[in-house]
């Protein structure tokens, strides 16, 4: 569903942030999540090629941080990409637009054949090409899902039937389209224990807790797998092993585009909103990308127009979202660079870490902030201190006789000189605080990649995180400055 929203622990289908296609966000999951996941793709998609567009255009991405020229290598001479292309045809879809190819910073996607004009159609993919939870039913999966008790979810069925195909090796109609998935994801449920404890501490709990749900999802599902033993020779715990629903899980999470199918009986409550795109779901992301994604209920086809023009033979990239690094390392497996919806967050104890301990009204000022939704989502951004964590920190410094005014503080209201300096320094004191910790994360990931060289690649993933994070304190503190300045 490029509409591409991709579904997030609970898998998320992408949100062709490049397209979306169903008002959801781009590439949310769909793996039961709260939020549109797996296989969602908005139907305000965005869609842009490396270096493409006018002069406006540059001058907005040069300001947006985008990455310089690269040109991609030609892969569609591989033979997987061979096979694929027949798969395709087979199934009615040949594209004549993109080709895959292999790009530096963003590894492999889909490179533009010519150029491409505002509003022209790049991908066209016919129902027949999507794997859906219908493609599920129809298989011999089918009886066994609508017989079981309680119903399993939609994303266990799209999990078990990629497990099954794979199983099946030369045997399966899908093998074209498993031979180009990854084979290995770079979620954070994916990361060694020892690489998860270098994550920043907000992101290390979400990786924990998307451990633990994948862990849950595939122990609450053996009974469920037991009762398939009718359709294989080998012991079906040895086909549906961790290992095998892992890959299965992260694939419907990272890849799936979003399609709103109506309700079943013989699935779960959970939305039915995670379909696997091939070819299209190689497409990568681009926090500025513009491109419309939908499915097309009158061709029966999911497509995705440009909404910029662009050049022949650079890369064609959709927006999965406006995603900060966290939840596109969380839910896709990768770091954006210079991603201007990147931030660095700061936790409640973190927060007081630099606020006088002798603050009797302390514990009632942390009340008023977490009564009024003003103790999450407090950060820095490449902008400086964001207007939450700015405004908690006011009312967290006002003195004993300036605590009747916190509500004229939560709407944004100046209470003194002194109260405005001292909420800069202390921002100034938790930013210097961050970048002393990033720095002294970036030695010990460096040091790591020096002895734990079966590791590098995931070592290289955060230390890309840190980096980033790094660059965006650093410019929080000179807009820090710049503001505390006025006050002396």
Same mark, same amino acid.
């Given at each position: 569903?490029?509409?591409?929203?991709?579904?997030?622990?609970?898998?998320?289908?992408?949100?062709?942030?490049?397209?979306?296609?169903?008002?959801?966000?781009?590439?949310?999951?769909?793996?039961?999540?709260?939020?549109?996941?797996?296989?969602?793709?908005?139907?305000?998609?965005?869609?842009?090629?490396?270096?493409?567009?006018?002069?406006?255009?540059?001058?907005?991405?040069?300001?947006?941080?985008?990455?310089?020229?690269?040109?991609?290598?030609?892969?569609?001479?591989?033979?997987?990409?061979?096979?694929?292309?027949?798969?395709?045809?087979?199934?009615?879809?040949?594209?004549?637009?993109?080709?895959?190819?292999?790009?530096?910073?963003?590894?492999?996607?889909?490179m533009s054949k010519?150029?491409?004009?505002?509003?022209?159609?790049?991908?066209?993919?016919?129902?027949?090409?999507?794997?859906?939870?219908?493609?599920?039913?129809?298989?011999?999966?089918?009886?066994?899902?609508?017989?079981?008790?309680?119903?399993?979810?939609?994303?266990?069925?799209?999990?078990?039937?990629?497990?099954?195909?794979?199983?099946?090796?030369?045997?399966?109609?899908?093998?074209?389209?498993?031979?180009?998935?990854?084979?290995?994801?770079?979620?954070?449920?994916?990361?060694?224990?020892?690489?998860?404890?270098?994550?920043?501490?907000?992101?290390?709990?979400?990786?924990?807790?998307?451990?633990?749900?994948?862990?849950?999802?595939?122990?609450?599902?053996?009974?469920?797998f037991s009762s398939?033993?009718?359709?294989?020779?080998?012991?079906?715990?040895?086909?549906?092993?961790?290992?095998?629903?892992?890959?299965?899980?992260?694939?419907?999470?990272?890849?799936?585009?979003?399609?709103?199918?109506?309700?079943?009986?013989?699935?779960?409550?959970?939305?039915?909103?995670?379909?696997?795109?091939?070819?299209?779901?190689?497409?990568?992301?681009?926090?500025?990308?513009?491109?419309?994604?939908?499915?097309?209920?009158?061709?029966?086809?999911?497509?995705?127009?440009?909404?910029?023009?662009?050049?022949?033979?650079?890369?064609?990239?959709?927006?999965?979202?406006?995603?900060?690094?966290?939840?596109?390392?969380?839910?896709?497996?990768?770091?954006?660079?210079?991603?201007?919806?990147?931030?660095?967050?700061?936790?409640?104890?973190?927060?007081?870490?630099?606020?006088?301990?002798?603050?009797?009204?302390?514990?009632?000022?942390?009340?008023?902030?977490?009564?009024?939704?003003?103790?999450?989502?407090?950060?820095?951004?490449?902008?400086?201190?964001?207007?939450?964590?700015?405004?908690?920190?006011?009312?967290?410094?006002?003195?004993?006789?300036?605590?009747?005014?916190?509500?004229?503080?939560?709407?944004?209201?100046?209470?003194?000189? &002194?109260?405005?300096?001292?909420?800069?320094?202390?921002?100034?004191?938790?930013?210097?605080?961050?970048?002393?910790?990033?720095?002294?994360?970036?030695?010990?990931?460096?040091?790591?990649?020096?002895?734990?060289?079966?590791?590098?690649?995931?070592? &290289?993933?955060?230390?890309?995180?840190?980096?980033?994070?790094?660059?965006?304190?650093?410019?929080?503190?000179?807009?820090?400055?710049?503001?505390?300045t006025a006050f &002396?």
């Amino acid at each position: 569903m490029m509409l591409l929203i991709i579904v997030p622990t609970h898998p998320h289908p992408r949100y062709l942030g490049i397209v979306h296609l169903a008002n959801v966000d781009p590439r949310s999951r769909c793996a039961g999540a709260k939020d549109p996941k797996i296989g969602q793709l908005s139907r305000n998609c965005s869609f842009s090629m490396k270096n493409g567009g006018g002069r406006t255009s540059r001058i907005r991405r040069r300001k947006l941080f985008t990455s310089s020229e690269s040109r991609g290598v030609n892969e569609s001479y591989k033979p997987e990409f061979i096979e694929l292309k027949k798969w395709l045809k087979d199934r009615k879809f040949e594209d004549t637009n993109l080709i895959p190819a292999r790009f530096p910073g963003t590894g492999r996607g889909l490179m533009s054949k010519t150029s491409l004009r505002e509003g022209q159609m790049i991908i066209s993919l016919p129902e027949s090409c999507l794997l859906t939870t219908d493609t599920v039913l129809r298989s011999y999966l089918g009886a066994y899902i609508a017989k079981w008790q309680p119903p399993p979810s939609p994303v266990l069925a799209l999990c078990t039937f990629l497990v099954s195909e794979k199983h099946a090796g030369d045997r399966s109609p899908w093998k074209p389209y498993l031979e180009v998935l990854p084979k290995a994801y770079t979620c954070p449920v994916c990361l060694e224990p020892e690489v998860v404890n270098l994550l920043p501490r907000p992101l290390k709990a979400k990786a924990r807790e998307q451990r633990t749900h994948v862990q849950e999802f595939v122990s609450s599902s053996r009974d469920f797998f037991s009762s398939l033993q009718p359709l294989f020779s080998e012991a079906v715990e040895s086909i549906f092993s961790y290992s095998a629903l892992l890959w299965a899980w992260c694939t419907v999470n990272t890849r799936a585009v979003y399609m709103e199918r109506a309700p079943r009986q013989c699935f779960s409550a959970e939305p039915d909103t995670c379909v696997l795109a091939p070819f299209l779901d190689l497409l990568n992301h681009s926090p500025d990308a513009q491109v419309k994604a939908a499915f097309n209920e009158e061709t029966r086809c999911y497509e995705i127009r440009t909404a910029v023009s662009c050049g022949k033979h650079q890369e064609v990239l959709i927006c999965y979202g406006p995603h900060d690094n966290h939840r596109l390392l969380l839910e896709y497996g990768f770091v954006s660079v210079r991603n201007p919806h990147a931030c660095v967050y700061v936790s409640k104890d973190i927060l007081v870490k630099y606020l006088p301990s002798t603050d009797k009204r302390m514990n009632q000022k942390i009340s008023i902030l977490e009564d009024h939704d003003f103790i999450e989502n407090l950060t820095f951004g490449w902008d400086g201190p964001s207007w939450r964590l700015l405004t908690a920190l006011k009312l967290l410094c006002l003195e004993a006789e300036e605590l009747t005014c916190w509500k004229k503080v939560l709407i944004g209201e100046i209470i003194s000189d &002194t109260n405005e300096k001292a909420s800069l320094d202390i921002a100034q004191k938790i930013c210097h605080y961050f970048i002393k910790e990033s720095k002294a994360v970036l030695q010990k990931v460096s040091h790591m990649k020096d002895e734990e060289v079966a590791l590098i690649n995931q070592l &290289t993933l955060v230390e890309t995180l840190w980096t980033e994070e790094l660059k965006i304190l650093q410019a929080s503190a000179e807009t820090l400055t710049s503001l505390q300045t006025a006050f &002396t």
